[in-house]
């Protein structure tokens, strides 16, 4: 199984810009895409988006859609999600997995805190 290590969060403003960074290990990360996830508190875990395994192709859910990007660097074993514009309703943990999620992959996640 891939494991994953999130990184990168904290606490930034309304408007303001976060770029989150995902390691893995695994020969899976070459062959499946990955996506990035969160989880509010009280809320399940969505979805914010995923690439492809080769990073030519991304899908984003409307919520977070023109304001972040995921992008990887395969030779690195990781990808990013760069938060821009980000807003108090995108305070979460964030976490990567593969697309669709592999249920014993998944990592400590990053806490993500945005001020009003």
């Known amino acids: 199984q891939a494991q994953f290590v999130e990184s990168g969060g904290g606490l930034v403003q309304a408007g303001g810009s976060l770029r989150l960074s995902c390691i893995t290990s695994g020969r899976t990360f070459l062959i499946f895409p990955t996506g990035w996830y969160r989880q509010a508190p009280g809320k399940q875990r969505e979805l914010v988006g995923h690439v492809s395994n080769t990073g030519g192709r991304t899908v984003y859910e409307d919520s977070v859609r023109g304001r972040f990007t995921i992008y990887r660097e395969n030779a690195k074993n990781t990808v990013y999600l760069q938060m821009n514009n980000v807003k108090p309703e995108d305070t979460a943990v964030y976490y990567c997995?593969?697309?669709?999620?592999?249920?014993?992959?998944w990592g400590q996640g990053t806490q993500v805190t945005v001020s009003s």
């Open positions: 997995n593969m697309w669709p999620a592999e249920a014993g992959s």
